[in-house]
Every structure is written in structure tokens, then in C-alpha cells.
């Protein structure tokens, strides 16, 4: 290994870790001599044995953020940090709504660059980024090239998170500081929205629509679907840009990645933009009308026909089949 | 209200695209607005109205060789455009052009910045949250909702689970996902309109910023680009009314089912 060190920001969700967070983990702990972590959100002590767990030394604790936004003080924790610890070699963040907060924040207070939508980490005598472009069908390959630490944000699923059964991280306070007046975003509430069914970014099967359906109602076809094969319903962007589903559903560059056992695109030509955000998937079915899809192309199996009538008729089937 | 929208003008996405011997996205046709910036464009007409004064500036940077993607935000309604147009930016990264549109936002000193979360072409993602930093102003980013008062930026904020209603104090920047607002098609009227709007640009020496831009600020570099593993395609059929029949006799096959 020639990395010395390297902190993983670990971001909290309900009581634990992130996903994405330990799977950052445990690519850290391949790459580098030590490997700390840096969190929030008040439940520190259960995090260090998680974060130990998956190979961090050490948990430093950013604490309670009353409300705040991550970005701000969890960056100017880490620049704290810095002055009092030195430097890692790099700093890995999940790719999440607050992780590029804290990427963003973090490269501007630091005056450093930061490498995005990374999906591959690797060692060559130095830290080699990869970056999916083209719809996944090309990688670039980088690196930093000036002083660091490196602040690198990481696509979900990249790798695997596998546990080294290491002992506790030691956990060690991280102040915030004054942050002054770019702190004053503040939650006053939070919404829950209910969810029938597994994560979209945590099913064996998802379903998604396109623009292929033709109109906003005619998601309900995928969402049954989905729900028939105990799966998640997925989008691509031209329908959550025109408005038919949430950003929350959506698959691709700018949504979520995900990798099930099966992935049915339907009514979605496979824009490169929606591609690299399925294309691990095991399996891919595709159904369209356009015979020349690209989707066709990545498609393990495909039904060149309307949605409109192989949907209702492949709920059908499912119904049938109890 | 005076509302600054960060837009950028990319190759069209449905185009071939390319990387040229440098590694950097061939710019070399036609530029579009990105369609992702037309939410913020719509979002800041849609609160100057309400709140009944001011008006709406976009910034961007990038070629000013072409600037039909500019017009067109004039033409939907924006009052003024201003883009950092210069041979040294090519190569800048996030952290780069964060600063010149930094400097840039800091002369017009307006009461709410908007940007798109990230562009269609780079999808780096960082440069809103950067400039917000630059500037020392709070930033809520993935807004599905925005209101304004005269002190205050109210938003519902996309989560994990749902969304969160975050505010904070005015001067602020937000970025807006698609789909918070519908954005307007330009009249007849509104195109004629933007071809005598305002439309300035400034280079990097305007700016003072030469050594923070470019391959050298940007303090990184592509060592190479490989073919990434491919996928083939499987199986294809032309529905016959069995489609479906034969989708859960693949399911079967894979086990799903």
C-alpha cells in the first residue's frame, strides 16, 4: 500500500450507517495503512462500532447538528480536523443529497479539487479514480495532481461492503467551529413519505417507466407491476423532468444506481444518462415499441411491443400466478 | 427580489458525443441550454412575480461563441445575461468555475442564487455548493418546492425517506431539481424581446482569476480512458400477444420467479 491515510465520511440514517458509507469503508481499508471515518448526528458510540466493524481506527464525531444541514458544519469539522490531526492522502464521501454538501463545502473551505461520480478506486503508487462516462461504456481514469487531501465522492453499489469483524473505532470529538452566516439552513420538519415494498436502491427486481408510457397515470402500470414482483418502480429522468413521478424514483447519472437481481425497463429507450445507472443490474429485460433502442443493446432479454398491452397482460399472469 | 440562475450551455445530449486528445468533452458544435437550468430560469421568474420586484439574471461560463442557450433564457423572461467567456477556461474544473461564477455573482450581490443540482454533460454536481461557500451564503440543494419571503427562502428539500422543509436567511442559494416548476416555453414576443436584452461578456483578466481556472487550477488530470466492460445483447422478440407469457418464462429461467 503506498496511501498513509484515509477518512471515509460515514453518513447516519436511521440509528446506523449508510450502505454506501461501509461499502466506502471497506474499499478504504484495502487501500491505506489506516482508515478513519467521520460522522454526525448524535449517535456516535453505536456508529464507532459499526465504523471499527467495517475497518476504521478511529470515529471522529462531528455530534447533534440541531437542525442544521450536514454540509456546512460537518466540512468545517473536517477542516478542524486537518489542522489538528494533518491531512489524509484522501477523503472518501457517499455519493447522497448531504454527501455532496459536504464534498462541495469541503473543496471550497479547503481550496481543494474534488473528483465525482466515482465508481472504481485503485492503487497505483497514488490513487487512481475511475469515472463511468458515455452511458458506462467508457471509464476515465484520474487523479490528483496537487497537494492534498483529494476529496473524492463515490456512486453507490461501487463496491461491496463486507465486514473485517475488527473492534471498535476509537471515538474522538470533531468541534464545528463558528461557521457564521453560510450555516443558516435549518430543517424545521421532516416528512416521511410512506413506502409500500423494498428501497428502490435495495430490491432484487426494479421496474421502471419512460416517456414510453405516454401519459402520468399510466405509472400506475409500473408500480403494480413492481409490487407483483416484490420489487421497486424506478423512472427514468424524462419522466420525473416532466413531472409524472418524484426525483426520488429515478435511475440514472443524475438518480439513484442500482444493481438487482433483475431490472425491467419499460417504455425506456436508454439514454446513456439512464444507463450508468443500470447497467450492473444481473439481468435486464427491456420492453419498447422501437425495435433499434438502445436498450436493446444491454438487454438480456427484450420484447419489442407496447407497453400499453404487454404490461396489463404480464399483471395479468402475475395475478394469475397468485 | 433580485434572483441570479447559473446556467450553462451544453452540446445538445441527444448528439454523439465525444472526448477530444485532451479528454475533454468536444464542445465543438451546437450549444443548448441545458434543460435542467430551464427549472431554475422558471423557478426565478415564477418568484420575482410573486413577490412583485426585481428581476432575474443569468450567469454562466463557457464559449460565448455561441449563445442561443443565453437567448433563450433572456426570451423565457430573464432580465440580463452575463457569461465568463475565455480560451484559458478550457480544462477548469467544479472548484474553477465555482470561483468565476463566484466572482461574477458577487458584483450583482443578489438576494437568492438558483442553479440546477448538476449540469447534463459533466454532472460533477459540486459547483452550486461550492459558490455558496465562495460567497459565505447558506445553500439548500435538491429543492422541490421553493417560496420566498422578503428575509427568509423556504424549501422542501428531497430526502432519502420523503423531504424535509428546510429555510434559511436571505441571501441564500438553492438548487432546484427537475420538475419543481414547469418551464415556459418563450413567446414570439419574449424571443424579439431578448435579442435587445443585455448580454455581456467578461473575460478571466476582468475577473482577476487567471491562475485559480484552467488544466493548471484544476489540479488533477485523466491518466486514460478504456473501454468499459461490455454487455451484450440477449435474446430480442417482437410481441405477438406472448410477450408477456415470455417475460415470466425469462423470469422463471433467472429464477425471480
Redesign the interface.
Known amino acids: 500500500m503506498t496511501l498513509g491515510t484515509i477518512w471515509v465520511v460515514v453518513e447516519p440514517?436511521n440509528g446506523s450507517l449508510t450502505t454506501t458509507s461501509l461499502e466506502l469503508l471497506t474499499r478504504a481499508r484495502t487501500l491505506a495503512d489506516t482508515v478513519s471515518a467521520v460522522t454526525w448526528g448524535g449517535d456516535g458510540a453505536s456508529h464507532a462500532t459499526r465504523a471499527g466493524e467495517f475497518g476504521a481506527t478511529t470515529l471522529f464525531d462531528v455530534g447533534a447538528l440541531d437542525g442544521a444541514?450536514p454540509?456546512?458544519p460537518v466540512?468545517a469539522a473536517i477542516e478542524q480536523l486537518i489542522a489538528a490531526h494533518g491531512a489524509p492522502e484522501a477523503i472518501l464521501i457517499p455519493t447522497?443529497?448531504d454527501g455532496?454538501?459536504v464534498?462541495?463545502?469541503l473543496?471550497?473551505?479547503l481550496?481543494?479539487?474534488?473528483?465525482?461520480?466515482v465508481t472504481g478506486l485503485v492503487d497505483e503508487g497514488g490513487l487512481?479514480t475511475e469515472h463511468?462516462?458515455?452511458g458506462?461504456?467508457?471509464?476515465?481514469?484520474?487523479?490528483?495532481?496537487?497537494?492534498g487531501p483529494?476529496i473524492v465522492?463515490v456512486r453507490a453499489k461501487s463496491f461491496v461492503a463486507e465486514s473485517a469483524g475488527t473492534p471498535a473505532a476509537v471515538l474522538v470529538a470533531a468541534p464545528v467551529g463558528n461557521v457564521?452566516?453560510?450555516?443558516?439552513?435549518?430543517?424545521?420538519?421532516?416528512?416521511?413519505?410512506e413506502?409500500s415494498g423494498p428501497k428502490l436502491e435495495e430490491a432484487?427486481?426494479v421496474v421502471s417507466g419512460g416517456r414510453g408510457l405516454g401519459e402520468a397515470d399510466k405509472y400506475a402500470l409500473i408500480e403494480e407491476t413492481a409490487k407483483l414482483?416484490h420489487g421497486a418502480a424506478g423512472a427514468s429522468?424524462a419522466i420525473?423532468?416532466?413531472?409524472w413521478v418524484?426525483?426520488?424514483h429515478q435511475v440514472g447519472?443524475?438518480g439513484k444506481t442500482v444493481k438487482p437481481?433483475?431490472y425491467?425497463a419499460c417504455g425506456i429507450s436508454g439514454?446513456?444518462?439512464h444507463m450508468v445507472g443500470m447497467?450492473g443490474s444481473?439481468?435486464?429485460?427491456a420492453?419498447n415499441k422501437d425495435?433499434d433502442a438502445p436498450i436493446?443493446?444491454?438487454?438480456?432479454?427484450?420484447?419489442?411491443?407496447?407497453v400499453h398491452?404487454?404490461?396489463p397482460?404480464?399483471i395479468?399472469?402475475?395475478k394469475a400466478?397468485g | 427580489m433580485n434572483i441570479v440562475v447559473c446556467v450553462k450551455q451544453i452540446p445538445d445530449?441527444a448528439a454523439p458525443?465525444s472526448?477530444d486528445s485532451s479528454?475533454n468533452l468536444n464542445r465543438l458544435g451546437k450549444l443548448i441550454l441545458d434543460?435542467?437550468d430551464t427549472y431554475g430560469v422558471e423557478m426565478g421568474l415564477q418568484l420575482v412575480d410573486t413577490f412583485g420586484s426585481g428581476d432575474v439574471t443569468v450567469v454562466s461560463m463557457g464559449s460565448a461563441a455561441d449563445v442561443a442557450g443565453l437567448r433563450n433564457a433572456l426570451a423565457m423572461g430573464a432580465a440580463k445575461a452575463i457569461i465568463v467567456s475565455d480560451d484559458s477556461l478550457r480544462g477548469t474544473?467544479?472548484?474553477g468555475t465555482?470561483k468565476v461564477l463566484a466572482a461574477v455573482i458577487r458584483r450583482i450581490n443578489p438576494d437568492l442564487v438558483l442553479c440546477a443540482?448538476?449540469s447534463?454533460d459533466g454532472?460533477?454536481?459540486?459547483?452550486?455548493?461550492?459558490v455558496?461557500?465562495?460567497l459565505?451564503?447558506?445553500?439548500?440543494?435538491?429543492a422541490?418546492s421553493v417560496t420566498v419571503d422578503g428575509s427568509s427562502v423556504k424549501v422542501e428539500?428531497?430526502?432519502?425517506?420523503?423531504?424535509?422543509?428546510?429555510?434559511?436567511?436571505l441571501p441564500?442559494l438553492v438548487t432546484v431539481?427537475?420538475?419543481v416548476v414547469?418551464p415556459r416555453y418563450a413567446s414570439f414576443k419574449g424571443i424579439m424581446a431578448a435579442k435587445s436584452k443585455p448580454l455581456e461578456v467578461l473575460s478571466i483578466a476582468d475577473l482577476g482569476l487567471a491562475s485559480e481556472t484552467g488544466p493548471t487550477g484544476?489540479?488533477?488530470?485523466?491518466?486514460?480512458?478504456?473501454?468499459?466492460e461490455?454487455?451484450?445483447?440477449?435474446?430480442?422478440?417482437?410481441?405477438e400477444?406472448d410477450?408477456?407469457?415470455?417475460?415470466?418464462a425469462?423470469?422463471e429461467s433467472?429464477k425471480?420467479?
Open positions: 440514517s444541514l454540509g456546512v466540512a447522497s443529497y455532496r454538501d464534498a462541495g463545502r473543496s471550497a473551505r481550496d481543494r479539487p474534488v473528483l465525482t461520480n487512481v463511468p462516462v458515455f458506462g461504456s467508457q471509464t476515465v481514469r484520474a487523479r490528483f495532481t496537487g497537494e483529494g465522492v457564521g452566516g453560510a450555516g443558516g439552513a435549518t430543517i424545521t420538519t421532516s416528512h416521511v413519505e413506502r432484487a427486481v414482483l429522468r420525473v423532468d416532466a413531472g418524484p426525483y426520488s447519472q443524475t437481481a433483475v425491467i439514454a446513456t444518462q447497467k444481473k439481468s435486464i429485460v420492453i425495435p436493446f443493446q444491454i438487454a438480456d432479454f427484450g420484447i419489442v411491443g407496447d398491452k404487454v404490461l397482460a404480464l395479468a399472469a402475475l400466478r | 445530449p458525443q472526448l479528454h434543460e435542467a474544473d467544479a472548484l465555482a443540482t448538476e447534463s454532472y460533477t454536481g459540486t459547483t452550486p455548493v461550492q455558496a461557500e465562495l459565505g451564503l447558506p445553500s439548500i440543494t435538491f422541490k428539500r428531497q430526502t432519502e425517506s420523503g423531504f424535509d422543509e428546510v429555510s434559511a436567511p441564500a431539481t427537475a420538475g414547469e484544476a489540479r488533477q488530470e485523466i491518466t486514460d480512458v478504456v473501454a468499459a461490455a454487455r451484450t445483447a440477449g435474446e430480442k422478440y417482437v410481441d400477444g410477450g408477456a407469457e415470455k417475460i415470466v425469462f423470469l433467472i425471480v420467479l
